[in-house]
């Protein structure tokens, strides 16, 4: 049975804010794992990440992290200084990871979030500087226990990996077991021919999973070939978890960051929504 999980910004119109509210949430409405911004647990104090792992714990819940890497923090720079300067940061964050006993780091690890790219520029510099980058991370993530998982975006939010081929043609050139693939209905939706196919073409390099409709609604209320998708995952026997990572409300950064520029979903009443979300989930897609 898959586990299933929400992301922490799914409620809140700001990145930077405290979790612990959030593991209770989440579990109350039936989801066994919370995704929170690993950017922020990266800077917590030693006392706040201990806190943040204890409430987990206490809760019976899991935890991963999520982010895009800002402009200064950007592995794939061709500015030295900034490569470096992303390299460090990752380093941080992992190590921070690990004294919580380790997990899932993912999203866009491997380039700034969001980033396009410049005309007259080719691709494959930005490539193979964030490649070198991502190796140098793997000894470091490997001794915290971190599982680094690149996600593989729209065109409109990054340049390097839109398609599933393109990231799996990424964690072969890093070729290490502690760099998986993140897949995203969301963007699957914008950028694969088949969500199906692609699920397939990821076999056992896919290492998380996020749901969400083809508007980023919640889940279950749209029109997403969520069968075909349970069947394509069946067929890889993928045992991770299922994130379902949905922004419905145009407020404060997150749905500035986001392009969320209208209310998706009318009077919502948003634990209500998750919670049914949940159900519809752990019956059509575990």
Request: hydrophobic share 40%; glycine share 10%; with cysteine.
């Amino acid at each position: 049975m898959r586990s299933i999980g929400i992301n922490y910004a799914y409620w809140v119109q700001d990145w930077d804010v405290d979790f612990v509210p959030f593991i209770a949430k989440a579990k109350e409405l039936g989801y066994d794992q919370l995704e929170v911004n690993g950017s922020t647990v990266a800077i917590m104090s030693p006392w706040g990440r201990s806190r943040l792992a204890l409430e987990a714990k206490d809760k019976q819940v899991n935890l991963s992290y999520g982010l895009g890497l800002s402009p200064q923090f950007d592995i794939s720079s061709l500015d030295e200084n900034i490569r470096r300067s992303g390299v460090a940061f990752m380093t941080q964050m992992i190590k921070a990871v690990g004294s919580m006993g380790g997990g899932d780091i993912g999203g866009v690890i491997y380039a700034s979030w969001p980033g396009r790219l410049a005309k007259g520029e080719d691709k494959r510099w930005y490539f193979d500087q964030s490649v070198a980058s991502m190796r140098s991370l793997m000894s470091v993530a490997e001794d915290n226990d971190v599982m680094l998982n690149v996600e593989v975006v729209n065109r409109y939010e990054q340049f390097l990996l839109n398609t599933c081929a393109e990231g799996l043609a990424y964690i072969r050139a890093v070729n290490h077991p502690n760099c998986g693939i993140l897949l995203d209905t969301f963007h699957m939706n914008i950028e694969e021919d088949s969500l199906e196919n692609a699920i397939r073409m990821a076999g056992l390099y896919l290492h998380g999973f996020h749901l969400g409709e083809t508007n980023r609604k919640p889940v279950g209320i749209g029109r997403q070939p969520w069968s075909g998708i349970k069947k394509a995952l069946d067929d890889i026997f993928y045992e991770g978890p299922l994130i379902q990572e949905s922004f419905i409300t145009p407020k404060g950064q997150v749905g500035q960051d986001l392009s969320v520029w209208r209310e998706l979903v009318e009077n919502a009443d948003l634990d209500v929504l998750a919670a049914e979300s949940a159900i519809f989930i752990r019956e059509k897609l575990c």
